[in-house]
């Protein structure tokens, strides 16, 4: 198991949100020492700092970084280019031209207080058998793909709405006020739900699964957001 971080390199701006991926992780670091004893040697925010500006190039466009540190301490850095930056940066940006992707609603509840979902790592059998459940398609919204499932929603066994594989959520409570759920409720406390948090974007709540069920023929409006693809629009399923 590693611990793991993914993170928006943007020509000319840097690492998006690094400080807040790194505090995330070395306290993840920190949690799994005083579980297993494992993380005895954690590198420091400048070791990773350093490693970052001397292996990633930063002259090649947008890239998606993935971070890795084991249990020895080792750092692993790999590198993707983006098409393009995402479209959307703040929870109240006008919807762009691109249809909202499909996200159906789990089936069954999740184990919410598993440490794999409260800590980023690459122990993700709990994601990817959800994914699998409902039949998930990374691809999903491109040419030809169009109405297959991207992601999936999952709840606790409360029937309190979480997160999806990938992404934190959030739900317009109304007009400009959006709610995303609450850590108590069993969630990845994702970097750049923190950010829309500390700008006053989003707040905290408990969101149920009836909650998102249509009343009066309107859904409610539903936005997903990571530190990858920022903010995005989704279109519930509920099988």
């Not at 530190?227 to 399923?237: A, E, F, I, P, W």
Request: proline share 7%; with cysteine.
């Amino acid at each position: 198991m590693q611990l793991l971080e993914t993170i928006l390199l943007e020509p000319g701006k840097g690492f998006y949100l690094l400080d807040y991926h790194l505090d995330r992780l070395l306290t993840s670091a920190q949690y799994f020492k005083g579980v297993d004893g494992g993380f005895n040697r954690v590198p420091t925010a400048d070791e990773i700092k350093a490693k970052l500006q001397h292996d990633i190039p930063q002259k090649n466009g947008p890239q998606r970084i993935r971070l890795l540190v084991n249990s020895d301490g080792e750092i692993e850095l790999q590198h993707t280019p983006l098409s393009e930056l995402p479209p959307l940066s703040n929870i109240n940006d006008k919807a762009d031209t691109r249809k909202p992707l499909l996200v159906a609603l789990d089936v069954q509840p999740t184990e919410s207080q598993s440490p794999y979902v409260l800590n980023k790592t690459t122990q993700r059998d709990l994601y990817n058998t959800a994914r699998d459940r409902l039949k998930c398609d990374f691809h999903a919204g491109e040419i030809g793909r169009e109405e297959n499932t991207f992601d999936v929603l999952l709840f606790n066994q409360n029937g309190e709405i979480t997160e999806t594989s990938i992404a934190n959520i959030a739900v317009e409570k109304e007009p400009g006020t959006w709610i995303t759920p609450s850590v108590e409720c069993g969630l990845l406390p994702g970097v750049f739900r923190r950010h829309l948090l500390e700008t006053g974007q989003v707040q905290e709540g408990v969101i149920h699964v009836d909650d998102l069920k249509s009343k009066r023929g309107l859904p409610p409006r539903i936005r997903c957001f990571n530190s990858v693809r920022k903010v995005y629009d989704v279109r519930l399923l509920i099988p």
